[in-house]
C-alpha cells in the first residue's frame, strides 16, 4: 500500500528515504540523508523534456519507459540496501509521476510500506526557508578577524549552551584565507538543507548561540531571514588588541602552503593597495607571518567594523580582553549572559 506524508510528518521519522531525481539535481540539492536512486540520468532527462516539448507528451512518457525498463532490477537492488526492512519514503521533485511510478514498482516487488512525500523536494524546500522566518532567540560571538570566534564557540558549546557553527557547515573559515584548507563547499542550496537539518532538531524555546558572520560565507550565503535576526541580536563583542589577534592569525596559518597564502593576499589586493600588498607578499617569502597578518588585519578591522554598523543599536556589549584565550573569553561571555541576559523574555 502506498501512502503520503507530509514533510513536517517525515521529519519527526528515521525512515529510510529515497530521491529519484537526477544525479544533477540531487548534487544541487537534496535532503540530508536521502539515496539518491535517479530514474534517468542528467542526459536521460534532458532528452525526455526535449521530446516532451517539441513532440507530444506521451512520446515522452514512451521515451522515459525505455529508458527505465533495462534499469528495473537494479533498482530493486539499490532499494533493498537503501531500506532493508521494506519501509521506505520516497520523492522526487514535486511528488508527480517519477515518484509514484518507484513507490508502485517498489510496492509490487516486496515493499509493503511505501510513503510518498507530498509536494517532493519542492515542499521540503519551502519548509526550510519558511523555517528561518521563526523568530529565534539568537546570541552572537562578535570580535575582529582572529579573535578566536570559533573556539570561543565551541566552548560555548562544551558548557551545554546550543550552538551552530555556521563556517563548519560552509566549509570555509568566512574570509580571503578561508579557502585555503581547499575544503569542497556545498551549493548555496544544500548549505541551507544542511543548517536547517541540524537547526530543526534544537529546542527554539531557548538561546541560539552563533559566531558573527557576513551574509555570505565563502561561496554559499546564510538564508536572508536568518541574517535579518543575527543582525538584530545581541552581540558579544570581544575587543582584543590586534597584536594579540595577529599572533592567532599566526598559529592558524603559519603552516599553510605558502603559495596559498600568495592566492589569499591577492584577493584583497585592491583593499590592501598596491604598496601593502607588495610589502606583505615580501614578508611572506621572508616567512614574516606575523607582519603579514598585521597587514591584513589592517584591511579585515575596517571590512568588520562597516560590518558591526549594520547590528542593531544599543545590542552590541563590548568586552575588552588582552588574549584571544577562548576558554576565559568564553567564561567571561557566559557570565555576563548569567547575570543580564537568561532571565530575558525569549521571542517564542
Known amino acids: 500500500m502506498i501512502q503520503e506524508i507530509e514533510i513536517s510528518g517525515f521529519l519527526t521519522t528515521n525512515?529510510?528515504?529515497?530521491?529519484?531525481?537526477?544525479?544533477?539535481?540531487?548534487?544541487k540539492g537534496h535532503i540530508p540523508g536521502a539515496v539518491n536512486i535517479p530514474l534517468f540520468s542528467d542526459t536521460e532527462r534532458a532528452h525526455i523534456g526535449t521530446v516532451y516539448v517539441q513532440q507530444s507528451?506521451?512520446?515522452?512518457?514512451?521515451?522515459?519507459?525505455?529508458?527505465?525498463?533495462?534499469?528495473l532490477s537494479d533498482f530493486i537492488v539499490q532499494a533493498k540496501k537503501a531500506a532493508p526492512n521494506g519501509k521506505v519514503v520516497v520523492h522526487c521533485w514535486r511528488g508527480g509521476m517519477r515518484s509514484r511510478l518507484f513507490a508502485a514498482f517498489l510496492n509490487e516487488n516486496g515493499f509493503e510500506d511505501v510513503s510518498l512525500i507530498i509536494g517532493g523536494y519542492k515542499a521540503y524546500r519551502n519548509h526550510v526557508l519558511a523555517n528561518f522566518d521563526i523568530p529565534f532567540n539568537l546570541k552572537i560571538v562578535g570580535g575582529y578577524t582572529g579573535s578566536a570566534k570559533t573556539y570561543v564557540i565551541k566552548e560555548i558549546k562544551s558548557a551545554g549552551f546550543q550552538v551552530i557553527d555556521l563556517e563548519d557547515l560552509a566549509n570555509h573559515k568566512g574570509s580571503a584565507f578561508g579557502e585555503i584548507e581547499n575544503l569542497a563547499q556545498p551549493t548555496v542550496e544544500q548549505f541551507e538543507n544542511n543548517l536547517f537539518d541540524v537547526w530543526r532538531k534544537l529546542d527554539y524555546t531557548q538561546p541560539i548561540w552563533l559566531e558573527d558572520e557576513s551574509h555570505n560565507i565563502g561561496g554559499v550565503n546564510?538564508?536572508?531571514?536568518?541574517?535579518?535576526?543575527?543582525?538584530?541580536s545581541t552581540v558579544f563583542f570581544?575587543?582584543?588588541?590586534?597584536?594579540?589577534?595577529?599572533?592567532?592569525?599566526?598559529?592558524?596559518?603559519?603552516?599553510?602552503?605558502?603559495?596559498?597564502l600568495v592566492k589569499s593576499i591577492g584577493r584583497i589586493s585592491k583593499r590592501l593597495g598596491g604598496l601593502n600588498t607588495t610589502h606583505a607578499l615580501a614578508f611572506l617569502q621572508e616567512k614574516k607571518f606575523y607582519e603579514v597578518a598585521l597587514m591584513a588585519l589592517s584591511y579585515y578591522d575596517k571590512t568588520y567594523l562597516k560590518g558591526m554598523q549594520m547590528h542593531a543599536s544599543g545590542k552590541v556589549i563590548v568586552f575588552p580582553k588582552q588574549t584571544t584565550d577562548p576558554i576565559s573569553n568564553a567564561q567571561t561571555i557566559m557570565e555576563y549572559y548569567e547575570q543580564h541576559e537568561r532571565n530575558k523574555t525569549n521571542p517564542i
Open 222 to 232: 546564510i538564508p536572508m531571514n536568518l541574517f535579518n535576526q543575527m543582525r538584530d
Open 15 to 27: 525512515i529510510p528515504l529515497i530521491d529519484v531525481r537526477s544525479p544533477g539535481e540531487h548534487a
Open 57 to 71: 507528451k506521451e512520446k515522452a512518457t514512451a521515451l522515459g519507459y525505455q529508458y527505465v525498463n533495462p534499469k
Open 238 to 260: 570581544l575587543d582584543i588588541p590586534r597584536e594579540e589577534r595577529a599572533k592567532h592569525l599566526v598559529t592558524e596559518y603559519a603552516d599553510t602552503d605558502t603559495d596559498l
